[in-house]
């Protein structure tokens, strides 16, 4: 008797210790990653402002939304090593978006090549779906909330070399579910706007360890004037050690034209700018500069945002420039 509970002990002991390795990319690559492209010109800021592009940063702002949108996303990144002359270009269709002021429903795709030492290489893909229910105020002013379900689906290739330099790979797939909540208050022209994503988030594999997610706060107010808007905001990572990060951005109406003197594809044509920095301090110091044009007519809409992905030059500079179409129905 007293040797089968001994056995037992080592048996639970033993099926209790978790042999799977670490994923070999920092969860802070994919999990973070932002397709909002408006969000992205003005700074990473638009948390508390109406944005038909919006679920990605808060989901409770296209609740605002008077049309329905349908909206594809491209990215582009150069990765630019200031040392040596090498570059690492990544192009790929990576953002698909239906949204209404009733929900919606998005599709993100992020991937990525690379190596963590001389003789170990890996292949990472991930992409999220996420189903948004919103709920709108009854009346013009009022509090509006966002509840965005998410789905993950990934997979890793990792090859290594032992010391006889043989292959060594590992093909990993991974399952995952997460929750983010949304609130935009809007009064007349401001808007007051708080988000908590990753409510609970995790991702779960075979080979390597569970990533849990964690969660982050954003928050900010919001001025939109129909010519002239503007947004402030704060967000921090639970459960970090990075540190509290500000972003504001402006974005200005520079061209309308005219409904009743156009012709079709010119008929409400405009074209808004939008520029903004984020960083650790708001306004000066290290922080990303971001730059985005938007040129809409009736039905169709073209967003393009360009910015930095790293606020430290001499750490490698990734220049992202992201774009999408859209049209209105």
Known sequence: MKKTKVLLMSFLIITSLNFSKDLPVNKEEYAFKVYDISNIGMGYSKVANKNKSGMDTNPATIALLKESYLEIGYSYSDKIDIFSDEMEVNKKIDYLALSSATGGFYYKNFSKEGSNSINEKYNFNMKEIGLVITQKSETKNGLNSGLTLKGYYGNVLEGSLDDNKDIDLVIDRGYGIGIDLGFLYKANFVYAGFM????????????????????????????????????????????????????????????????????????????????GSYGEEIFNGKKRMTYGLEISNKKYFVNNAITSEKINPFDGEDVLYKASIGMKF
């Open 196 to 275: 908590w994503k990753d409510i609970y988030s995790k991702i779960f594999w075979s080979e390597y360890k569970d990533v849990k997610i964690n969660s982050k706060l954003s928050g900010g107010i919001g001025f939109d004037l129909g010519i002239f808007s503007y947004s402030i905001s704060i967000e921090k990572i639970l459960l970090d050690t990075s540190s509290v990060k500000y972003g504001h951005g402006i974005e200005m109406l520079i061209l309308k034209l005219p409904e009743e003197y156009t012709g079709y594809f010119l008929k409400g044509l405009e074209a808004r700018l939008r520029t």
